[in-house]
Each structure stands twice: as C-alpha cells, then as structure tokens.
C-alpha cells in the first residue's frame, strides 16, 4: 500500500471500491423495496449480515467506485459452495484483485484502513 494511502485512506484510490452495498429484497421479484446496508469492507458488511442471520443467498453485494458504476460481486467472492457466509480471512481472496495478498495476509490488506464495524442501513 502506498504510504499516502496509509495515512489518507484508500477512500482516496480510486482503483478499490469506495463502500460495500448489500440488498435484500423485502418483496420477492421486485428491486424496488430491498432493505440496504452499507459498510466500508466486504468483510465487516458480511460479518454484520452473518449477526443478523441473512441468508447469502437472498443478498445481493455491489462494490461502489468513487468514478464509475456499481458492480454487483459474483456470490463465491462472499459465499462458500453450501451457501453459507465466508469467513473474514477466506472474504481477503476478493481483494486480490486490488492488490491485496489474499487470506491470512493481515496487514498487507487495502483495506487496513477503513472501518470495519461501522454499518449503514
């Protein structure tokens, strides 16, 4: 990680998601009325969604960019093959991509900077 980025945030780096955005939708076939959180790392939103018993199935997850669109994640980068919610270190490998080392590589995260318990919903 750039040391400007250490001390400015990876908010400022426009090459990693912005914020995380989970939807459920409340009414099933219609993306209308979802319920929304929101949440700094894809591993603090999956973590909130584990606590509330949301099924990984039924959420959908976009990463969201300061410059450009929303891109919805594909499900194996939060969800393992029965369906269940990953957990943190295994949630790393989505970030690989962003020059994160992936699982068990704390420290050398993207992310290290953000907050990871502060949910919006």
């Known amino acids: 990680m750039p040391i400007h ?3 400015l945030g990876s908010k400022k780096n426009n090459n990693v998601p912005y914020t995380y955005h989970a939807q459920e939708r409340v009414i099933e076939g219609e993306d209308i009325f979802t319920k929304d959180w929101f949440c700094d790392t894809l591993c ?8 509330l018993s ?4 039924d959420i959908r997850i976009f990463e969201c960019f300061n ?6 994640m594909p499900k194996h ?24 080392f992936g699982a068990g590589s704390e420290g050398n995260c ?6 990871m318990f502060k949910i919006i919903s």
């Open 5 to 7: 980025e250490y001390f």
């Open 110 to 115: 993207e992310f290290i900077n953000r907050n």
């Open 44 to 51: 603090g939103l999956c973590n909130h969604l584990l606590k």
């Open 67 to 72: 410059n450009g669109p929303d891109i919805e």
């Open 77 to 100: 980068f939060y969800m393992d093959e029965s369906g269940k919610w990953l957990q943190k270190k295994e949630l790393c490998n989505a970030h690989l991509r962003y020059g994160s």
């Open 54 to 57: 949301k099924d990984p199935l």
